[in-house]
C-alpha cells in the first residue's frame, strides 16, 4: 500500500494517510518507525509518499502503519514491554522490628484512621493491590523518587 507521510506536532507522532475504498484514512506509525529508518540512512520527511504494510497488535490502536522502504529488512516484532511511572519511597519506622522499609507504589494515601496506605495499580491488571498500611505517628517519608519500570 502507498501513503502520505505526516508528523502531528500536536500529538508529537507520525500517521501515514491513504486512499481506502475512496476514503481518506489515517493510520498511526508504529512507534520509533521513522526514526529507526532514518538512522539507517533514510531521509523520510513530512509529505513523503511511502510504501507501507499494516501490522495488527492487541492493544490500543490495534493496528500501525510500518513504513517500508527498498532493501528494508522485514524483522519480527518484538513486543516492548509495557514501562509504568511509580514511586519508590523509604520509609523511617519506629516501634517495628526494622527501622527502614522501602516501598515501591503506584499511590499512596492517608484518611482519619491515622495509617498511611500504599497501592499498586497498575502490575494487577489495573485493580487496586493493597501493599500495606503504617500508623502515622511511627512513620517518615524520608524519600520519595519517581522511577520508571517495565512489567
Known amino acids: 500500500m502507498k501513503g502520505i507521510l505526516i ?3 500536536v500529538n508529537d507522532k507520525w500517521f501515514v494517510q491513504y486512499q481506502d475504498n475512496g476514503r481518506n484514512v489515517q493510520l498511526d506509525v ?5 526514526e529507526q529508518l532514518n538512522r539507517n540512512g533514510n531521509h523520510l520527511q513530512e509529505m513523503d509518499e511511502v510504501e507501507f504494510e499494516i501490522e495488527s497488535t492487541s492493544d490500543f490502536p490495534y493496528q500501525w502503519a510500518v ?5 528494508d529488512v522485514k524483522t519480527e516484532v518484538v ?9 519508590k ?3 523511617l519506622l519506629s516501634g517495628f522490628s526494622i527501622d527502614e522499609e522501602e516501598i515501591i507504589c503506584d499511590s499512596y494515601d492517608t484518611n482519619s484512621s491515622g495509617y498511611w496506605y500504599f497501592y499498586d495499580d497498575e502490575s494487577n491488571g489495573g485493580k487496586r493491590k493493597y501493599l500495606g498500611a503504617y500508623p502515622i505517628e511511627r512513620t517518615i517519608i524520608h524519600t520519595i523518587e519517581n522511577i520508571t519500570v517495565e512489567i
Open 67 to 71: 513504513p517500508l522502504v527498498k532493501g
Open 7 to 9: 508528523y502531528s506536532t
Open 79 to 87: 513486543p516492548q514491554k509495557k514501562k509504568y511511572k511509580k514511586f
Open 89 to 91: 519511597l523509604t520509609l
Open 30 to 34: 508504529r512507534p520509533h518507525r521513522i
